[in-house]
């Protein structure tokens, strides 16, 4: 680190999407306050973040590589960080699933938890014992709008992310005492090249085990209405990358954060913010 008075951010998955934005925005902060660690599972996939980052790369944000599902990864990551000291971790990787229930193998559904809700404990896990110790720290994870309500055909996505939810809510209440804060950002619906992809894919799909009137109300029904409410209300990234800088970075922590006004306002909060 050249600036030692730099705040030092990790951010999980920022191949493309909200972690490519927030990484970039963070790392092209005018008043230059933040060094951007944007981590990947695949270095291959960097091009992209290197472009949109321009004469910020290599000053004010650096790569590493991150697999969130692997113990040894997110250690080896962390260990490689001068004295493992990490201001605010963005925990952004997440993947998603969707369609019948009964076409979904249980080795799918593990691999949405072991990224959307083990993935984030790991990195919480390995980041908050020196926090605590610091007495300073700011986590911040990107859950959804689905981990306040269910969505039909994403029960698994949606279980993922209320686990999270009700896991964040818990462990902020014990980190207040070290000065440590936990905030969440829920999203809407956001346009990505993932989301993009996945509905594209689901389209082609084949689903055995499900029975006709399912596949068809989840193939003429579902989806119709799904890209309909993705183009009518669908944000970009960089406006959840928005929140995320100016409401959980820069003017200070919130339990909760809706990127959109057509999510509801959280009425309770366990540590009163």
């Known amino acids: 680190l050249d600036n030692p ?3 030092v951010v990790l951010i999980t ?3 493309s999407g909200i972690g490519l934005r927030i990484a970039v925005m963070l790392a092209k902060d005018e008043q230059k306050r933040y060094h951007v660690i944007a981590t990947m599972r695949d270095l291959k996939r960097k091009d992209k973040l290197v472009e949109a980052a ?3 790369y290599g000053k004010t944000l650096s790569l590493a590589v991150l697999d969130v599902c692997s113990d040894e990864s997110v250690k080896q990551c962390i260990d490689g960080i001068k004295d493992r000291h990490v201001d605010i971790l963005i925990n952004n990787a997440g993947i998603g699933l969707v369609g019948p229930l009964e076409s979904i193998p249980i080795e799918e559904m593990k691999k949405v938890f072991e990224t959307n809700f083990f993935g984030v404990i790991r990195m919480i896990k390995e980041v908050m014992p ?3 110790k610091r007495r300073g720290g700011h986590i911040i994870v990107v859950s959804s709008v689905m981990g306040l309500q269910g969505v039909v055909f994403n029960d698994v996505y949606a279980a993922s992310k209320f686990a999270m939810e009700g896991f964040c809510e818990s462990l902020a209440v014990q980190l207040l005492k070290f000065n440590v804060t936990l905030s969440m950002i829920e999203p809407g619906p ?3 090249e993932f989301e993009a992809k996945m509905i594209q894919d689901v389209r082609q799909k084949e689903y055995p085990g499900a029975d006709p009137d399912t596949i068809h109300y ?3 029904v579902y989806l119709p209405s799904s890209v309909d409410i993705f183009e009518v209300l669908g944000q970009t990234p960089d406006d959840i990358a928005r929140v995320s800088t100016v409401h ?3 003017l200070g922590p919130s339990l909760c954060l ?3 006004c057509i999510i509801c306002e959280f009425v309770f909060s366990p540590v009163g913010l």
């Open 190 to 192: 956001v346009h990505t």
């Open 54 to 56: 321009g004469d910020a």
């Open 13 to 15: 998955g920022c191949s």
């Open 248 to 250: 959980c970075v820069t």
């Open 130 to 132: 020196d926090m605590k």
């Open 5 to 7: 008075n730099l705040k």
């Open 218 to 220: 989840f193939k003429n």
């Open 258 to 260: 809706k990127s959109t």
